[in-house]
């Protein structure tokens, strides 16, 4: 393997241009070689597979923090006693009853998921403190600007993971394919010269019996 990494410490598989120099000669013992070659694809697989599980596991928590920015931000709003024009399509349905002249008297009424499959409505009241998830059965109470200053970092950290993870998975793709050449071209070299082996042997049997015939 090469030694040349991409940003994230993955190596970047080198191409066997002349399989006969890579393996040590015509008469080389190809076996170990291979065996590398299939390690190496074992480990850009290992590799793949995890990626692809965090890719997935952010692309299923990035919008969950957006949605959960977007709440704490409509929070903020209401108090400061701004009006949001229109909604985002990924914030919950939110059902304000209040009047222009009367902004934040009246409770703010929504729904919100308890599992996949049900809702439960609430009255929100007028506070300037909200609690978050962060993970490990752990929840914190923050207020309104500390929790969109959290969420926001939060959300550009995930969006910065999800590129260098897509990135990663486009180099490791490259890298499988180069292998999976290397070990054509060398399952290939390695079928022709025990052809050429054979035929040669072949032919100076038939050479010998002519000779012995005459």
């Known amino acids: 393997m090469s030694n040349v990494a991409n940003?994230?410490?993955?190596?970047?598989?080198?191409?066997?241009?002349?399989?006969?120099?890579?393996v040590g000669g015509p008469e080389a013992d190809v076996e170990e070689h291979m065996n590398n070659f299939q390690g190496a694809?074992?480990?850009?697989?290992?590799?793949?597979?995890?990626?692809t599980q965090?890719?997935?596991s952010l692309e299923e928590k990035i919008p969950d923090i957006k949605k959960t920015l977007a709440m704490v931000v409509f929070m903020q709003?209401?108090?400061?006693?701004?009006?949001?024009?229109?909604s985002d399509d990924d914030e919950d349905d939110l059902e304000d009853d209040l009047d222009d002249d009367e902004p934040g008297k009246k409770p703010l009424t929504t729904t919100f998921e308890l599992n996949?499959?049900?809702?439960?409505?609430?009255?929100?009241?007028?506070?300037?403190?909200?609690?978050?998830?962060?993970?490990?059965?752990?929840?914190l109470s923050y207020k309104l600007p500390a929790a969109i200053a959290l969420l926001q970092c939060k959300l550009r950290d995930a969006q910065s993971s999800l590129e260098s993870i897509i990135a990663d998975l486009?180099?490791?793709r490259e890298q499988l394919t180069i292998m999976e050449?290397?070990?054509?071209?060398?399952?290939?070299?390695?079928?022709?010269?025990?052809?050429?082996?054979?035929?040669?042997?072949?032919?100076?049997?038939s050479g010998g019996k002519r000779k012995s015939n005459s």
Do not use: C, Q
Not at 41 to 51: G, P, T, V
């Open 116 to 139: 996949d499959t049900l809702y439960a409505e609430a009255e929100l009241e007028d506070s300037d403190t909200v609690f978050l998830w962060l993970g490990a059965n752990v929840m």
């Open 54 to 56: 965090r890719k997935g």
């Open 7 to 22: 940003p994230r410490k993955i190596p970047k598989a080198p191409f066997i241009d002349d399989v006969e120099k890579h």
């Open 170 to 172: 486009e180099f490791l």
């Open 181 to 205: 050449v290397n070990t054509a071209r060398l399952y290939n070299w390695d079928v022709k010269r025990r052809r050429d082996k054979r035929l040669k042997t072949e032919a100076e049997d």
């Open 41 to 51: 694809i074992a480990k850009y697989r290992f590799m793949e597979n995890n990626l």
């Open 77 to 86: 709003e209401r108090r400061e006693g701004k009006s949001k024009a229109s």
